[in-house]
């Protein structure tokens, strides 16, 4: 059976290469004649996987050794009570929060059972169809939380602002995939089943000289500093996701990096939305500025044409183009690994329904 065309929002196309060398490593580990499944994460082989993850990070992201690089359970939605845990002060602790999606709202609701949260900037009210600019984020702040890219609404912040405490960014839905100055940023963090890796991991690169100021005592799993003192292995580390989205990232690396990647995204988006915007039939949800190279969210204007178009795309060999359930319509994830070229065949489905 030939490989289909897969728009997924995550879990969701990873490199074809990746599928390869991770199945045969659960047969067959660094030909040690052993699964990497069945290997304990503290020997020497698996160890090296640990290093050699935790340090392309850094090479691809550009950061020094005031960073660590942490590979966690629980999602990037335990990362949005661990910011707060972390990061927010015991006495009278306050963050500041934008909300641009149903992903920021749920971090916003965490923060809220440690402290203050005020709410700097929202599009809810405009069903998350834009990115709000106008606001100031002051010292009075333990952290300003954002959310890079909004898988569902397919917005992204295309640039980020200047503020008078930490920055913390959840960039699940596009870290890798465009360049920017990650060191604005004190802690990032991102869900690995995107442009990443399997689900079951998270990545946290933090700052480290941010931890250890709030005067709440923070229980251990929860801890970063825990996590960073045992690099990484403070309990078993979900080790299968780790070791696939270290290879996504040699993939990467070995393909131009960072900024190869952007040109390769920028070119798939481009297709995409030039063909919603000159075809009648088709609208994205959100506004011309604000729109994700990774998550293009989009309606038919003629909900009659719905079945044809549905039957089209499927004949076409593509799948995972349903929108969220929250908003309905379509989604074409167009994250790193998926080739332009079912872009194109998403593009002439579009073109050919009259
Ligand atoms: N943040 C963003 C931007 C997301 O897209 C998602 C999931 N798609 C999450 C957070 C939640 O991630 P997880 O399912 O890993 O908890």
Redesign the pocket.
Same mark, same amino acid.
């Given at each position: 059976m030939s490989k289909k065309h897969n728009f997924s929002? $995550?879990p969701c196309i990873l490199p074809q290469e990746v599928f390869q060398k991770s199945a045969e490593a659960i047969l067959d580990f660094n030909g040690i004649g052993l699964s990497i499944l069945e290997i304990s994460h503290r020997s020497k082989d698996f160890v090296a996987v640990m290093d050699e993850a935790r340090a392309i990070v850094k090479r691809l992201m550009n950061l020094g050794d005031d960073y660590e690089v942490l590979y966690l359970g629980?999602?990037? +939605?335990?990362q949005?009570l661990m910011v707060p845990y972390n990061l927010m002060r015991a006495e009278n602790g306050k963050a500041a929060y934008l909300d641009t999606?149903t992903?920021?709202a $749920?971090?916003i609701k965490e923060a809220k059972n440690f402290g203050t949260v005020d709410i700097v900037g929202s599009s809810k009210e405009q069903k998350y169809s834009f990115i709000p600019k106008d606001y100031t984020v002051g010292s009075e702040y333990d952290y300003f939380h954002c959310?890079s890219?909004?898988?569902?609404y397919g917005t992204q912040m295309k640039s980020f602002p200047k503020v008078d405490t930490l920055m913390v960014c959840?960039? +699940? +839905?596009d870290i890798f995939s465009r360049v920017i100055d990650y060191s604005q940023f004190d802690l990032i963090y991102a869900?690995a089943?995107?442009n990443m890796g399997p689900?079951g991991v998270?990545l946290v690169v933090v700052k480290k000289s941010i931890l250890g100021h709030t005067g709440r005592t923070i229980p251990s799993i929860l801890n970063y500093q825990c996590h960073i003192d045992k690099e990484s292995m403070y309990n078993t580390p979900p080790v299968f996701p780790v070791y696939a989205t270290l290879l996504t990232l040699q993939h990467l690396e070995k393909n131009g990096g960072i900024a190869a990647a952007e040109a390769r995204n920028e070119a798939k988006a481009k297709l995409l939305y030039e063909e919603i915007d000159s075809n009648p039939l088709f609208e994205t949800f959100c506004q011309k500025e604000d729109r994700s190279l990774m998550n293009v969210s989009f309606q038919l204007l003629d909900e009659s044409k719905k079945d044809e178009f549905d039957a089209a795309w499927k004949a076409a060999g593509i799948s995972g183009l349903n929108g969220h359930r929250s908003l309905g319509g379509y989604r074409a994830s167009l994250y790193n690994a998926l080739p332009i070229e079912s872009v194109q065949v998403l593009v002439e489905v579009m073109k050919n329904l009259k």
């Open positions: 929002a $995550g629980g999602g990037a +939605s335990l949005f999606g992903w920021a $749920g971090a959310t890219n909004n898988t569902i959840d960039m +699940s +839905s869900g089943q995107k689900a998270t």
